[in-house]
């Protein structure tokens, strides 16, 4: 493999002065270099790859086995080696019968009992049949819960707008007490259905948001806030612990993993705002994606080229950042989801056999909605001196058909943008710029120098026809196998997250500190901020 490796820099420094503007004298590029399925398309031509980068790149994927390491995946095996487990979230959306066994017994008969008891508790919460203590109709539902038990629903949620007609959802997650005092206050408890969604219901932040959470339920239902309360867990015991009906938690296994649960119960909240029948679109939309991951080849496959351009951008190409730009309002959380889903998986440094990896794996990933961003940090992306490639993703078709001249807009200014990283603006022809303003000699070439773009930036769209149900749950899907490529061809495992256990243990031996113990054992900035955040004593 590292011969391929070293094959690819030796052809980016070969290639490194072939600017992209220039490939696109083969007329052909367009096509050879974007893929379709299911009317999504990515396109990467806008990208330095060439035929034989991509090619590299390819046998790069071969050579680490990648089509049986996805079919593994798919099967059921205990990919994620450091924890022993099978990774299946793909069970969770599978349409088909086939079954896919962990530890020789078929899941899908347990994925479906539980998605069905989900759909009859959704849907008698949105038609009254479920009711309030005092036998009204739920307004209002909160879910309760943190990273992949928050994040993954509230973006699909909000995503999904059109499609809501069920309870109001609202999402809380901080263990800042602002988050969920200001959500709390505006509403009424005796309409309102709080969701507690937390994999291991041991998370800190989800129990203390609870907590705080029954105390506002008893006040006001005092003995029947049990009847507005839900529970989504893979520990039943503790959902049990804390009075939760056993008929009101849905359960998942530890085969799904936080990040990738929105599939099964974590999605409870977007099943109570669009509808069960919405839902199975989103499935679906999901499931099409993983059999075209499963089948496609590697170098027509969504999910794998987005991941073979990850790698050549942040590998080959050295670039340490990927900016998601979703010009689509309601994927508003698109960003902060795919920081989760993409750093927490690959923000790895240790391959699967606990060596240091050789080289960069998962980049930064951040990002807003355009045309948002273009007011902000677009700067940056014309004119820094970071190259960051962006990914735009843009809908044919909006929700607002009495607004087509906002999304007309929309989709010009988003072509505008991938254009304009591209083309750039020589130095000519920013001094004729700066002419026409009526420079000249050394101030018409101060000016030049400020109004020129290098241009030669990457980006890369993905077009898609409308953001329905079905398209959202294609585009995830998308981004976990693309993941699942990049964490692959990195010799990582994608599917664990000790990273964020030390944060969580030096919290809790803090927590005596905050409360005035003894701080003479910390380090000095430690101590010294610890005090300063000690508030006055009550006169
Ligand atoms: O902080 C890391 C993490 O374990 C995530 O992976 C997970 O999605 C989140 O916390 C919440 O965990 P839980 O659903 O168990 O409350």
């Known amino acids: 493999m590292s011969d391929i490796w070293q094959q690819l820099a030796a052809h980016r420094s070969q290639t490194a002065d072939t600017s992209i503007l220039s490939l696109f004298d083969d007329t052909t590029r367009f096509d050879r270099f974007s893929a379709e399925t299911d009317g999504m398309l990515l396109d990467v031509s806008k990208t330095s790859l060439d035929a034989t980068a991509m090619d590299l790149l390819v046998q790069l994927a071969q050579g680490e086995d990648l089509e049986a390491k996805i079919a593994a995946m798919f099967r059921g095996e205990a990919i994620n080696t450091t924890e022993d487990r099978a990774v299946l979230h793909t069970a969770l959306r599978a349409q088909a019968d086939t079954p896919i066994e962990v530890d020789g017994a078929d899941v899908l ?37 943190i990273g992949g038990s928050d994040l993954g629903p509230a973006m699909a949620t ?102 990738y649960s929105l599939w099964g119960p974590v999605g409870l909240p977007i099943m109570l705002a669009i509808g069960s029948k919405n839902f199975k679109d989103f499935l679906r939309g999901a499931d099409a994606m993983d059999n075209h991951f499963k089948t496609a080849p590697l170098h027509k496959n969504l999910p794998v080229l987005l991941g073979l351009v990850g790698i050549w951008h942040n590998n080959i190409c050295d670039y340490g950042s990927r900016a998601v730009l979703p010009y689509d309002q309601h994927l508003q959380r698109l960003p902060a989801y795919l920081q989760q889903l993409d750093m927490e998986s690959n923000g790895k440094r240790v391959a699967q056999d606990g060596s240091t990896l050789p080289r960069a794996s998962g980049p930064v990933v951040w990002g807003e909605p355009g045309t948002n961003g273009q007011h902000a940090f677009y700067q940056l992306l014309h004119q820094g001196t970071a190259v960051v490639p962006a990914e735009f993703l843009i809908a044919a078709e909006a929700h607002e058909p009495d607004l087509r001249h906002h999304h007309d807009l929309l989709k010009a200014n988003c072509l505008a943008q991938s254009e304009a990283l591209m083309r750039g603006r020589s130095l000519a022809e920013a001094s004729e710029v700066a002419a026409k303003r009526g420079l000249t000699g050394a101030e018409q070439d101060r000016m030049a120098a400020h109004l020129s773009f290098p241009g030669d930036r990457p980006s890369i769209t993905i077009a898609y026809p409308k953001l329905t149900p079905f398209v959202l749950g294609q585009t995830i899907a998308l981004y976990e196998h693309r993941v699942f490529t990049e964490g692959t061809i990195w010799g990582l495992n994608p599917f664990d997250q000790w990273g964020v256990e030390l944060g969580k243990e030096l919290a809790v031996a803090l927590l005596p500190l905050v409360q005035g113990a003894p701080t003479d054992h910390k380090d000095g900035s430690t101590s010294g901020l610890l005090s300063k955040l000690t508030p006055p004593a009550a006169t």
């Open 158 to 259: 909000l995503a999904l707008t059109p499609y809501h007609d069920g309870p109001c959802c609202h999402f809380v997650s901080n263990v800042d007490g602002a988050h969920i005092h200001d959500t709390l206050a505006t509403l009424d408890p005796r309409r309102t259905l709080v969701i507690i969604a937390s994999k291991t219901f041991t998370t800190i932040e989800t129990m203390t948001n609870a907590e705080t959470a029954l105390v506002w339920l008893r006040a006001a239902l005092g003995d029947k806030a049990g009847d507005h309360l839900a529970a989504v867990s893979t520990a039943h015991d503790k959902t049990a612990a804390l009075g939760i009906a056993p008929e009101r938690v849905f359960g998942f296994e530890n085969w799904v993993g936080g990040r």
């Open 109 to 145: 008969p347990e994925v479906r009992t539980i998605r069905s008891q989900m759909e009859q508790f959704a849907e008698a919460v949105r038609n009254g049949d479920i009711q309030t203590a005092d036998g009204g109709h739920f307004t209002d539902v909160v879910n309760i819960g």
